[in-house]
Every structure is written in structure tokens, then in C-alpha cells.
């Protein structure tokens, strides 16, 4: 990570802009705060990625957030071709004010060269390998063509320079204000921009179930059905933590109503948590934002 960031900082000073993916889902947490760091003073278009997958409401709520704080913004699901013509006709538009601002200073027309950002899983090889497949010519001609970096030649007047995705070293919050309150690498986990193994399943499950109970009750008695009034108290869960007693039911519950049995007649609850967090990345709980704009 720290070898990417510093291969970023050297690549930014040939770019005259970033574009930059973050989930729709969690738009804040999806960044890399080091970013606005490495880009500072450089023209920034931000792509709200996997937006059939979040709430609409809170993502008009974040475009206004990111455009209020001067980056072109927009939402995309990056899978569709109409969505994906949106953004790159939003991209030409900020080359084209660069591009005026430059010949009133008397440079030189040229293609402008834009750094393409995101963490990791937040669709930039979709976003990358769509746009690829329809450039004109990869450049092999200058700084950057090298181990995880490549530049693509999009058309006579843009160049995207791709780098790795990469995450920070240490997510520096905690969580507050109860369980529908997410620390940053839970909903980095939930959205499957960190690794699996990171964060026990079973548990991330148990956030998952506090997290939806409290911000879109719906969600699960629509997808499941109504949860049992015994699986609703906890009656007779036994929990290290009295805070996910309640979740810790709830699991069960959606479980036996899935038909999740162990050899020993239980719940398997593994396989119910693997479940339910598969279903909320593939939008099957409905469409859901972790992150609430500010």
C-alpha cells in the first residue's frame, strides 16, 4: 500500500485530473482519505459506483455532498452502457473546461491525463476494461508504464493513466451511538472491499441485522418474513455480547426459515451468515446505503 500511494504522489504531477470510484454505498468509507492529499489542486470528477445497489434518496443527498465541495460527481452503475456514457461525457466535459483554461494561459493544445482512483472492489477494472475495450491505443511512451500502471489513450484528447486499487493501513474510528452506527472497516467489509477473512462472517452478519433493524426495518421481514416473537426477545440465546443477543436470534430465526440445518438438527448459522451478507451485496435485501450524508 505505502508502495502504491508513493508511485501515486510521483504519477499525479503528470495528470491534470482524477477521477476517483467510490460504492454508492458507503462514499466515504469507499475512499482513500490519503487521496485528497495526493491530488490536492488537481480538477476531480467522483463516480458514485454501484448505484442500482444503494438508496436513491441518500445518494442524491451525496451528490449535492460532493459537488457542494467542488468535485464533478455523478452515479453510475458502471455495468450499463447508457450510465457509462454519462460518465464519460461528463469526464470530457471537465478535459474541455481544462482545456479552455489552458489556451487562455497560451499552452499548447494537448490530451489531457487523468489518474483513474479507487480502493479496491469498487468496480474501476469494470469502469477501466469498458473504457479499454473502446480505445483507440494504449501508450507505452512515457513515465508510468510499469508493474500495476498503465496508460490508456481513450481518444486524441484524453488519457487515463490506471493504478491499483488500494485500501490505508489502520481504519481510525470507533463505533458510536449503538449498533446502527458502522466502524469503517465493517462497512468496508460488508460491501466486500476487504477481504472476507479480515472480519469473522458470523459477527459482520450480527452488525448487518442491528444495522437494518434500526435504519430500514423493512428489509428483512420482506426478504424473510416476519421474524417469530421468540426470536425477536432472544429467549434462551446465550451471548458474550448482550448487544448482538437480540441479532444473534434474528440469524437463527432467518436461518430455520431457509432450512439451514446442521447434522445435529441446530441452525447452521454459518452458512445463514454467509447468506444474508451475499444477499445484501447482490441488492436482494433492497437497496440499501450504509453511509448516511452528512
Known amino acids: 500500500m505505502t508502495k502504491t500511494m508513493r508511485m ?37 470528477v467522483v463516480i458514485l459506483g454501484k448505484s442500482d445497489l444503494a438508496d436513491p434518496a441518500e445518494s442524491r443527498k451525496w451528490l449535492e455532498y460532493f459537488r457542494g465541495r467542488g468535485a464533478a460527481c455523478i452515479l453510475a452503475d458502471l ?33 489531457i491525463r487523468a489518474m483513474v482512483a479507487g480502493i479496491p472492489n469498487v468496480g474501476k477494472s469494470t469502469f477501466i476494461n469498458s473504457l479499454a475495450s473502446r480505445a483507440m491505443a494504449k501508450t507505452g511512451n512515457k513515465p508510468g508504464v510499469t508493474r500495476g500502471k498503465q496508460w490508456i489513450r481513450l481518444s486524441n484528447k484524453l488519457e487515463l493513466l490506471d493504478t491499483p486499487g488500494v485500501l ?48 430500514y426495518p423493512n428489509a428483512l421481514p ?10 425477536r426477545t432472544g429467549d434462551g440465546v446465550l ?15 432467518i436461518g430455520k ?7 445435529g438438527g441446530g441452525t447452521d448459522l454459518s452458512r445463514t451468515a454467509g447468506m444474508l451478507i451475499d444477499e445484501f451485496r447482490s441488492g436482494k435485501l433492497g437497496r440499501i446505503t450504509i453511509e448516511k450524508a452528512p
Open 8 to 44: 501515486m504522489k510521483e504519477e499525479i504531477k503528470l495528470t491534470d485530473l482524477l477521477i476517483e470510484l467510490t460504492d454508492a454505498r458507503i462514499p466515504l468509507a469507499g475512499r482513500n482519505p490519503d487521496i485528497d492529499s495526493v491530488a490536492a489542486g488537481k480538477a476531480r
Open 79 to 111: 455495468r450499463k452502457k447508457s450510465d457509462l456514457k454519462q460518465v464519460i461525457s461528463l469526464i470530457e466535459g471537465v478535459c474541455e473546461e481544462k482545456r479552455a483554461a489552458d489556451a487562455k494561459k497560451g499552452m499548447k493544445e494537448r490530451p
Open 168 to 215: 490505508w493501513p489502520k481504519f481510525e474510528d470507533e463505533k458510536k451511538n449503538g449498533p446502527s452506527r458502522l466502524t469503517i472497516g465493517e462497512r468496508l467489509a460488508l460491501v466486500g472491499s476487504i477481504s472476507d477473512g479480515v472480519l469473522d462472517k458470523d459477527e459482520l452478519a450480527l452488525v448487518l441485522i442491528g444495522f437494518l433493524e434500526n435504519e
Open 222 to 231: 420482506e426478504r424473510y418474513g416476519e421474524i417469530s416473537a421468540e426470536a
Open 239 to 253: 451471548m458474550a455480547s448482550p448487544e448482538y443477543a437480540h441479532a444473534y436470534a434474528v440469524l437463527e430465526a
Open 257 to 263: 426459515s431457509r432450512g439451514f440445518v446442521t447434522k
